[in-house]
């Protein structure tokens, strides 16, 4: 590690006080969003020089390098976007420096059969620079979406999307013929990591009693029946379309423009491929279409959002629809930031943000309904389930010593996994629970000046998923995890990811545990659960991955709680070559530096139409077991 001086100097350039008085300084500063073009260009042009400046003198100097354009770019937020890039990327950066991120401490549970907000808070008052979250009142609109403000707000999610966007940067990092690259199939899991939150905020709506969530659709004239607004930032009253806004002297942009970049992409879903100068990138596929639409990868985007498109790109319909949300609302006085559509770090707080993602989604699934359906035998493992009494569920805390395996072997019954202490449980638990959390970002729950602060937020009993197959013969096999709400579950876009990890099967009879720690979804770092790997490193990858107090969603706070359904997918790692992620980041959300750990299209098998339907159609095949489970929250839901 580098030392805390330098730490400090990082720590400085990326203190979210000094963007937000880019706000107020408007003669001096111009307000960044990643989501501008022009904007994003330039943070990964300077973040290239950073590159540099460390390559040739050392990342001391690129640190100075990085002060200096905090006081000479047009943005300090801009700085911050290169620093941010400099620190995830730079192979030595990444060892010897570190990205802030949420810390949680001092939590308790908050007892069951007690409103958890407002909080139970200590006796004593709360120390100076701490605020409770209860006591700020919510204004989202319409009053029925409140149920969910605890998911939207919750700061470890926040923290994900950030970190999400931290790693697989809009406009890559490397130089490649004099332009800036990004990390393969970058496109495809733009799509997949948003669609994967669509499905897990459309289940918590389904437990809440409301229904899925609508896209929001073109010609995008329409107003924008939610409302949400934070402390600090422009709040955006229910009813409010977007209007066209300045992103450079003299140069406005609006909602036809946001028109004309959808019909881009829409004549390229017709016409299946992208109509781009050169090369041919043959038929359309997820990572082209993810690519277009964000933009981000191919060469197939302009410089900014003032180009043209006959300059060869199909230019920002993603982003721009970020930055017209969070600009739909007049500027407010004293308000130091945009609307929160404008910030990776607070974005999905705003319960637009998945109408507008549901919107984008819509054009991934158009795109998958369009193929044929996948043919589960073309990459099946050669093994089999008896049927659902093959996956059992038990709660962490009761395994001996953390060896999951050897609680399947000795504990479930081996071979014939009869369960006879009867450890195996149906229904697995949540609660949500209080917690002192320190922030990088303003806390849209905290007033001015304010990043430590009290939150109600959902955690789980920790678990464990234990396994019988049996293989015909000696194998490498990989796991896939996959969970659905069972009213859901014939709808393949609504399966969540839970896990996804390799095996190797011995001929005949195999039975082993798998613990939730071990997750391939979540950011490791931090989790102590039993089975949990050694803390990783200060990595800024380590960063990167949904968070381990979200891995199940919340289910009804009542004594049967909600169905779901368990889906578990054998498939042939020798063709899969899924691998295993490091010690602390997420390979199903954060892939790997080199290549994203799996040759499967992302979310496979429910990644393409069913001939028979989802559950039929799983049910045929002998490699995949589903299974009927419970998930029941121990203790109340925060009230609207």
Not at 265 to 275: F, H, N, S, T, Y
Request: aromatic share 8%.
């Amino acid at each position: 590690m580098a030392d805390s001086a330098l730490q400090g100097r990082i720590d400085a350039l990326l203190q979210p006080d000094l963007e937000a008085n880019d706000v107020v300084e408007t003669s001096v500063k111009t307000p960044f969003s990643p989501f501008i073009r022009a904007h994003a260009r330039r943070a990964a042009e300077v973040a290239t020089q950073l590159f540099q400046v460390a390559d040739d003198q050392g990342i001391e100097k690129a640190v100075e390098a990085a002060e200096r354009a905090a006081q000479t770019e047009s943005s300090r937020g801009l700085v911050k976007r290169a620093v941010k890039t400099f620190v995830t990327h730079h192979p030595q950066a990444r060892r010897e420096l570190t990205l802030p991120s949420v810390e949680a401490v001092e939590g308790e549970d908050v007892a069951a059969g007690e409103q958890p907000s407002p909080p139970n808070l200590p006796e004593e008052p709360l120390p100076p620079g701490e605020v409770d979250t209860a006591t700020i009142p919510s204004l989202t609109l319409p009053a029925e979406e409140r149920q969910l403000d605890w998911y939207r707000e919750d700061p470890f999610a926040n923290d994900h999307h950030a970190h999400w966007h931290d790693v697989w940067d809009t406009d890559g990092i490397e130089e490649h013929n004099g332009q800036l690259i990004t990390q393969p199939r970058q496109g495809e899991l733009f799509l997949y990591m948003h669609q994967q939150m669509l499905a897990r905020y459309d289940t918590e709506r389904r437990i809440a009693g409301l229904g899925q969530t609508a896209p929001f659709e073109p010609a995008y004239a329409q107003s924008i029946v939610e409302g949400y607004g934070a402390p600090r930032y422009v709040t955006r009253p229910a009813g409010v379309a977007f209007r066209d806004i300045s992103i450079g002297p003299g140069v406005a942009i609006g909602p036809s423009d946001l028109n004309d970049r959808y019909i881009m992409v829409d004549e390229a879903l017709d016409d299946g491929r992208l109509d781009v100068p050169s090369p041919d990138l043959g038929p359309l596929d997820e990572n082209q279409l993810g690519a277009a639409i964000e933009p981000s990868d191919l060469y197939i985007d302009p410089q900014s959002d003032l180009d043209l498109a006959e300059a060869g790109g199909y230019q920002n319909l993603h982003g721009l629809g970020h930055v017209l949300t969070a600009q739909s609302a007049d500027p407010q006085q004293g308000d130091r930031w945009w609307g929160v559509m404008a910030y990776v770090e607070t974005a999905i707080r705003d319960p637009f943000f998945y109408r507008w993602h549901r919107h984008i989604d819509d054009q991934s699934a158009r795109l998958q309904n369009g193929l044929d359906p996948t043919d589960l035998a073309e990459h099946a493992a050669d093994a089999s389930f008896r049927g659902s009494g093959d996956v059992l569920l038990a709660f962490s805390d009761g395994v001996d010593n953390g060896d999951f395996d050897a609680f399947a072997r000795s504990r479930l019954g081996g071979e014939q996994f009869d369960d006879p202490d009867q450890l195996a449980t149906d229904a697995l638990t949540t609660r949500f629970r209080l917690s002192r959390v320190t922030a990088p970002i303003p806390p849209s729950q905290a007033g001015p000046g304010q990043e430590t602060y009290w939150t109600t937020h959902l955690t789980h009993r920790p678990f464990g998923l234990f396994l019988r197959v049996e293989a015909a013969a000696a194998q490498h096999a990989t796991v896939r995890v996959f969970l659905a709400h069972a009213d859901l579950a014939g709808n393949r876009r609504m399966w969540i990811e839970l896990d996804k990890f390799d095996r190797e099967l011995d001929e005949g009879v195999n039975v082993f545990g798998r613990p939730d720690a071990l997750s391939s979804v979540i950011k490791r770092k931090g989790v102590d659960a039993p089975g949990a790997t050694p803390p990783g490193n200060g990595d800024a990858w380590c960063d990167c991955g949904w968070p381990y107090t979200l891995l199940l969603p919340s289910g009804a706070s009542s004594p049967s709680g909600s169905e779901f359904k368990l889906a578990v997918v054998l498939t042939d790692w020798t063709s899969d070559n899924a691998g295993e992620p490091s010690s602390c980041g997420s390979m199903s959300y954060c892939g790997s530096r080199q290549r994203y750990p799996d040759n499967r299209e992302m979310g496979y098998p429910f990644n393409r139409p069913f001939a028979n339907g989802v559950l039929a159609t799983l049910a045929a095949q002998p490699n995949i077991v589903v299974r009927d489970l419970s998930i029941r929250c121990e203790n109340p839901r925060p009230p609207a």
